[in-house]
């Protein structure tokens, strides 16, 4: 068992060297997990801080998933040990605490984090100690770690669809608003590109800092330009505070919609629904999508945490993740339970999630359900357009040569 | 000319934000040198106070503001007697203590009202926009300007006009020789400070329609807030009035001629290059301490 | 050599046993437990670069956090290069994405160890030199250099993630080369690191110690106490002010650098003000009129933090809020005012008892000072 372990830590190490990792780190280590008819797993998500707003939530998802199945007799008869860690919004606090869970605490599998930053903060570690990180946010994509586990829609699961369904519907000229980090940055590339093949144009593309809430000149700007469609990639407080102020502005969403990659039912909730009402958003989930797993899914959660709260695109992901790592866990044998063994049984495996079926793809990303939702004043969306299958991911979508593969990055 | 315009009403409306947020910092500042970093977590209160009121209570925005600022005031008045009090010999101390003050409220509230973020609903009065040719006026955010502009006048009728004013303008001046007078200053640091909370509780409950009510929301203001004193001059109301309008008016030039990032860096340099050269602030408290 | 000194000495000797022997041994050299503790270390040394200018020249910066992360980004700079050599132009993945062609000209530099070395302190030292000489030369002090500071923090906070094509941005620099020193790799979990940064942070305290025992920092604290009277003395206040700035930088941009080894990547949030104010705390804590316990501090609190959410998940920041609280109240010189305490009652206890047994000690100048930190030391 231990000779089976480090042979494959010996070909992780190469596979991870040959994608450009330091892998020389990796220990050979007793891996003495899944003892004592238990599966100890990290969960890592800030309670504090910023950030605090969305992760709870993610927490509070994570953590019902993970009770439903502990009172449903565990995965083969273990019980899942879960660890909380509270990373409190700050990526080097983010890496302090992955490294106690992955190291002191010996979990198999952590789930946690929202943002790129508190990612690529963990990475460091969670590769060199080859574990699992599971992380349940959309992101920019452009990444393809051995050792992560991508349960939220890339820009090519998002855009797709949305882009051109908007141009049909309001007009070709976007007016582009972000946060300036990089997930912004890289949905308007791929925005961009979609753009330039349907003839459409930028009317402007205004990046504020994370934490902006206060959009007078933006609107100023936008009156002016009258672009067709003001496609944004605000996050948090700065969409709240973006979408109330353009409300009280007097914006009509009949003419110029806001059409949102990253509003979901929470940032609604704090906007209000009048102010966000008409407008939409693209995502592979929304609370009042209509399937049997998601009835389960909102009246379990709304149940445990309170009939005020909501569920969203990410703490659905959130959610399955953890039924994932279960279904990937259920195909080993308690001696196998390891990182390494639970990425590779979760390859190819089809869950049911509240959102629809969805698949693991070799490069570790999920295949979705993309959906476009336009809100109503109830602060719940209506889905108005529906994939009619599952989108693969494709992380490197937007640039050329480059694919994401069950062998990391492949260039040429 | 259109442009111009929008951007110098934008410019006021922020700048009405700020005045909002930092009179109170500025009394408190201004009358006893105390640095209170949980001036932001006032204002956060004050919005948290304003959503409870109105989604548990049914008590909307405008009806609520009084009970708002008395109840931030309270706090402030028990935050004084339990812990500033203690400090006013070692007023660098005061950033410190007040830092822990904030993570404290910040995590109370987090505790009790939960992490996420809350809505306020504007009153349905002040929906719409004013407009006059091509410029596009939010009522709310004139109605902040007027409001800001009140509570300013307020403040300095409260100083220059009543016996309390005088009495706190005497401890200022010099605290021992006031207690001679028999002026009790204990009392009038202590009512002052709760002034100061209150004020912040207010401009807290006034900004929910525009952000987001979290509970981290305090963090970014309490910086700018006090940016905005020190330029104005340690205890100057009308300075603490004409740097929130400077500094709102020069965020919004340079964020249109720039973008809002570098607007801002800019706005910071001068900032940095007005306390080199003044800094006893634009409008100077003569007073020797 | 007074009683002053040799208080120093034997704290600082103490320091040096529990981070080169106690430490290590409680860890059981365990090399990813020495990790961590290596991360309190580097955090350990900027608030005692903070202890520097703040408890011995009553310069008040609350934007040290900005030459740390500069010293951290330039030592993040060289790693990632190592790590884009295989790249085509060598230039860093992020740069590729957002459409830079060529590496910068500033990057440059940075493929070199020894540039970076040197540019890691000097850079930081530059920044300070000029932000220094602009406030000081104007007897600009207090509460006024603090808010200048943090403005400037915040300034260079927002520069840093808005120009994210050459600095990584919000995310910072990630997926960084290990660090090759004289054929040595840094292995960041290796005993061999922690006694690495461990030694780097003795070597600055000892510096900064024989500093502060110098004449220049006999000066520095007669300028905390009147800088008029200084002036008067014939001394130029404001070239004292300036320096002990810049070498406070020049320790928090060698800090920022061990940060970097230790985490493995570079992020903005290093620069920020909540950062930048907790060091503030970690320097209060431990006490702002010792350099050693102003480093002990940045351990301990940070220790705290880690046993405290590791305790109470869910309330961990309101006891340490609450901590902060209770130790402005009641601890105004931090720990060090503590162990001086200590330090001062058993020291009048061995005076009593070799008094008693005949042995006199000359009483004056080496007897215990009134207040710690206070008299002159040559």
């Known amino acids: 068992m231990k000779r089976r372990n480090f042979l494959k830590g010996v070909a992780a190490a190469g596979a991870a060297g040959a994608a450009g990792f330091p892998g020389i780190w990796i220990k050979g280590e007793g891996m003495a997990h899944a003892a004592n008819g238990e599966i100890p797993v990290g969960v890592l998500f800030s ?70 930053a508190s990612r690529q903060a963990v990475l460091p570690v969670v590769e060199q100690r080859n574990n699992l990180y599971w992380y349940p946010t959309l992101y920019e994509g452009r990444e393809c770690s051995r050792n992560v586990m ?40 791929v925005c961009k590109i979609l753009l330039d093949r349907l003839g459409g144009e930028v009317a402007n593309e205004e990046y504020v800092p994370l ?38 502005a007097g914006f009509d969403p009949g003419e110029m919609p806001v059409a949102s990659l990253t509003r979901s039912e929470i940032e609604v909730k704090a906007m209000g629904g009048e102010a966000a009402a008409g407008n939409f958003s693209s995502a592979p989930y929304f609370m009042a999508h209509q399937s049997a797993a998601n009835e389960r899914f909102v009246e379990a959660y709304l149940k445990r945490y309170g009939s005020d709260q909501v569920t969203h695109f990410v703490s659905e992901a959130a959610y399955f993740q953890v039924y994932q790592f279960k279904a990937a866990v259920e195909q080993l044998a308690r001696s196998d339970i390891d990182p390494i063994s639970i990425r590779d049984a979760a390859v190819g495996l089809r869950t049911t999630a509240p959102q629809g079926e969805i698949e693991i793809d070799p490069n570790l990303h999920t295949h979705l359900w993309p959906k476009i939702g336009q809100w109503q004043s109830d602060g719940q969306a209506r889905v108005l357009v529906e994939s009619d299958k599952r989108v693969a991911p494709e992380p490197y979508w937007a640039y050329d040569g480059q694919s994401c593969t069950a062998e990391g990055l492949v260039k040429g | 000319m259109d442009v111009f315009f929008n951007q110098a009403f934008t410019g006021l409306s922020t700048a009405s934000i700020l005045l909002l947020v930092a009179l109170g910092l500025a009394i408190i500042y201004g009358a006893m040198g105390v640095i209170n970093l949980a001036h932001g977590e006032f204002v956060m209160l004050g919005a948290y106070a304003a959503w409870f009121l109105q989604s548990f209570l049914g008590i909307g925005l405008f009806l609520g503001l009084p009970l708002v600022f008395v109840f931030v005031a309270l706090l402030g008045l028990a935050i004084e007697r339990g812990l500033v009090r203690w400090l006013y010999h070692r007023p660098l101390d005061t950033i410190l203590a007040t830092w822990g003050v904030g993570i404290v409220l910040q ?30 006026m939010s009522n ?48 009038v640091y202590a ?99 | 050599m007074n009683q002053n000194f040799r208080f120093d000495c034997v704290g600082y000797a103490l320091f040096a046993a529990l981070v080169l022997l106690a430490v290590p041994w409680y860890l059981s050299f365990d090399g990813f437990e020495l990790n961590t503790f290596a991360r309190y270390l580097a955090l350990g040394m900027v608030a005692m670069a903070l202890a520097l200018s703040w408890g011995y020249a009553g310069i008040l910066n609350l934007g040290q956090a900005a030459t740390f992360g500069i010293g951290a980004y330039i030592m993040a700079m060289h790693l990632k290069l190592g790590a884009s050599a295989a790249n085509p132009g060598g230039l860093p993945d992020f740069m590729g994405w957002t459409n830079v062609e060529t590496l910068p000209w500033f990057w440059v530099p940075f ?46 906070q927002l520069v840093f993630v808005e120009y994210q094509m050459y600095t990584g941005g919000q995310n910072g620099l990630t997926g960084l080369a290990p660090l090759v020193l ?67 930088a020049m320790i928090a941009g060698w800090a920022g650098m061990l940060y970097v080894l230790v985490l493995e990547f570079a992020s903005p949030t290093y620069m920020g003000v909540p950062f930048s104010l907790a060091i503030v705390i970690w320097c209060a804590v431990g006490g702002r009129n010792s350099l050693v316990a102003a480093a002990l501090g940045g351990i301990v609190v940070n220790i705290l933090e880690g046993r405290l959410s590791d305790l109470f998940v869910e309330g961990w920041t309101l006891f340490l809020g609450v901590t902060f609280i209770l130790v402005v109240l009641f601890m105004p010189d931090g720990l060090f005012g503590v162990f001086r305490r200590i330090a001062t009652r058993l020291h009048e206890r061995l005076r009593r008892h070799r008094n008693s047994t005949g042995k006199a000690l000359p009483t004056g100048a080496g007897a215990v000072p009134a207040r710690a930190g206070e008299q002159g030391g040559q």
Not at chain 1, 99 to 114: E, W
Not at chain 1, 220 to 239: A, H, K, M, Q, Y
Not at chain 2, 108 to 135: H, K, Q, T, W
Request: aromatic share 10%; proline share 4%; glycine share 8%.
């Open chain 1, 47 to 116: 309670l504090t801080g910023p950030v605090a707003v969305v992760e709870s939530t993610l927490h509070d998802a994570c953590m019902l998933a993970i009770e439903e199945i502990n009172a449903n007799g565990g995965v083969n008869g273990m019980k899942l040990r879960p660890y909380v860690e509270d990373p409190a919004s700050d990526p080097a606090t983010f890496a302090d605490r992955v490294r106690r869970l992955v190291i002191r605490d010996k979990c198999v599998s952590v789930f946690g984090s929202y943002t790129s």
């Open chain 3, 111 to 156: 493929h070199s160890l020894t540039v970076t070395l040197l540019a890691g302190v000097l850079l930081p030292a530059a920044v300070a030199g000029v932000i220094g000489t602009f406030m000081f030369r104007g007897r600009i002090t207090g509460v006024f250099v603090a808010i200048i500071t943090l403005a400037l923090l915040v300034a260079i």
């Open chain 3, 182 to 248: 004289a054929g040595w790799t840094a292995d960041p979990y290796s005993t061999a690191f922690y006694y690495f940064v461990a030694g780097c942070l003795l070597v600055a305290t000892a510096a900064c110690v024989a500093l502060t025992r110098s004449k220049v920092g006999l000066i520095l604290r007669a300028i905390k106490e009147n800088p008029d009277r200084v002036r008067f003395f014939g001394y130029h206040v404001s070239s004292f002010e300036t320096v002990v700035f810049c070498i406070s």
């Open chain 2, 107 to 136: 995590q109370l509230v987090r505790m009790i009202a939960g992490p996420d973020s809350r809505y306020v609903e504007r009153p349905a009065m002040l929906d719409g926009n004013l407009r006059i040719a091509d410029v596009y």
């Open chain 1, 150 to 189: 991508y349960g939220g829609a890339v820009p090519n699961q998002q855009q797709q669809e949305f882009v051109p369904w908007l141009a049909e519907k309001f007009g070709k000229r976007f007016y582009l608003i972000g946060n300036n980090y990089v997930y912004p940055r890289e949905e308007n590339n």
């Open chain 2, 191 to 289: 009512l002052t400070f709760a002034y100061g909370a209150g004020l912040a509780g207010i401009a807290g409950a006034l900004i929910t329609p525009l952000a987001s009510v979290t509970p981290g929301m305090g963090t970014n203001l309490v910086v700018d807030a006090f940016l905005v004193v020190i330029v104005g001059g340690v205890g100057s109301l009308l300075g603490t009035a004409a740097a929130s309008g400077l500094v709102g008016e020069a965020t919004a030039l340079f964020s249109f001629l720039l973008n809002d990032t570098i607007g801002r860096v800019a706005v910071l340099m001068a900032i940095i290059v007005l306390i080199r050269f003044w800094p006893q602030g634009l409008f100077a408290d003569r007073i020797r301490r």
């Open chain 2, 140 to 187: 709310y955010r004139i109605f902040l300007l007027f409001f800001s502009v009140a509570v300013l006048v307020a403040t300095w009728y409260l100083m220059t006009r009543t016996e309390f004013g005088t009495k706190l303008r005497a401890v200022i001046q010099n605290r021992e020789i006031s207690e001679c007078y028999g002026i009790r200053t204990e009392r």
């Open chain 1, 211 to 248: 934490g902006h809430s206060d959009f007078g000149s933006a609107i100023n700007r936008i009156r002016r330009e009258e672009p067709d469609v003001i496609f944004c990639t605000l996050v948090g407080d700065s969409d709240v505070a973006f979408q109330r102020q353009l409300h009280a």
